[in-house]
């Protein structure tokens, strides 16, 4: 798998050769790089579809495919860039630049997948944002495996991440809890279950969690009725925080950056992972609009 030695190495300073290395390292080094019982080196950059892509969408993917390129020259090893949509998250607010925001003011709390599509092309707002993506990433000839984070939830692809999750809950709250404002303690949960009646992704104190059963208790605030839901099938999202660390463990991820902005985010997500025995993937952060 070598394909330069050593000492060649050494000449190539700049920093998406320095992270390729990176890799390397966490997985043998140059001389005796293993891929072990995984088949390709995974790259990831995520997108959260809320809104059209935009320049910064591009920054994450261009300067990814910089590192995989490097990687690829360093050593001779199969490689893929994951694009992943977050697009089961609720929508928070309506954008500017959209049409329809009547339409869309109605749903907002809702999964971006479940929300009609404003330009009225597509079958969801989720799926007309994530076909935008898709189009402005060809257009510049990125090669790139898109992955949407619906599909993921509810073909079950998630599940077994999600109940070693649910087992290890009270290890997670200890880590997440700390950093959390007073008021936000209180009702913080990993889970954020999807209301059997209004649809919306809710954030709400569960009452009670059941590991053996695979499920949670809370109380829907659309009907005042206590809910048990199972975890897993898309009946509830993850916290951002705990979702970022549930797929880097489900999709086997071994690199991914992000903004300074998410400096903290990606290091409770580390943590997440090696409490739950799973190894993080090589993370790096960017300046915003610096570098």
Not at 236 to 245: M, P
Not at 258 to 287: H, M, R, T
Request: net charge neutral.
């Amino acid at each position: 798998m070598n394909k330069i030695n050593n000492k060649d190495l050494q000449s190539f300073k700049s920093w998406p050769f320095v992270q390729a290395n990176e890799i390397i390292n966490r997985n043998g080094g140059s001389s005796n790089f293993k891929l072990l019982e995984k088949k390709c080196i995974i790259f990831e950059t995520g997108y959260g579809p809320s809104g059209l892509p935009h320049i910064g969408t591009f920054g994450e993917v261009v300067r990814t495919s910089m590192v995989k390129n490097a990687f690829e020259t360093l050593i001779d090893c199969p490689t893929k860039l994951i694009t992943f949509s977050d697009d089961m998250d609720g929508l928070r607010k309506v954008p500017e630049n959209v049409p329809n925001k009547k339409m869309l003011l109605e749903n907002l709390g809702k999964p971006l997948t479940s929300i009609p599509d404003p330009f009225e092309k597509y079958e969801s707002f989720g799926d007309h944002n994530n076909q935008k993506l898709m189009s402005f990433l060809n257009d510049f000839d990125f090669t790139y495996s898109f992955i949407s984070s619906t599909k993921k939830y509810k073909s079950g692809d998630f599940d077994d991440t999600i109940n070693l999750i649910l087992q290890n809950y009270q290890k997670i709250l200890e880590i997440i809890l700390p950093t959390l404002r007073s008021e936000r303690k209180s009702t913080y949960s990993p889970f954020l279950p999807i209301s059997e009646f209004s649809g919306k992704v809710l954030q709400v104190k569960i009452d009670e969690y059941r590991p053996k059963d695979g499920t949670i208790i809370y109380e829907d605030p659309d009907n005042n009725k206590k809910i048990e839901t199972l975890v897993t099938g898309g009946n509830c999202k993850l916290q951002w925080k705990v979702d970022w660390a549930m797929r880097w463990m489900a999709l086997d991820v071994d690199y991914e950056m992000c903004g300074k902005d998410l400096s903290e985010s990606v290091k409770l997500a580390n943590k997440i992972c090696k409490i739950l025995n799973k190894k993080p993937p090589v993370n790096f952060i960017y300046e915003m609009f610096l570098d």
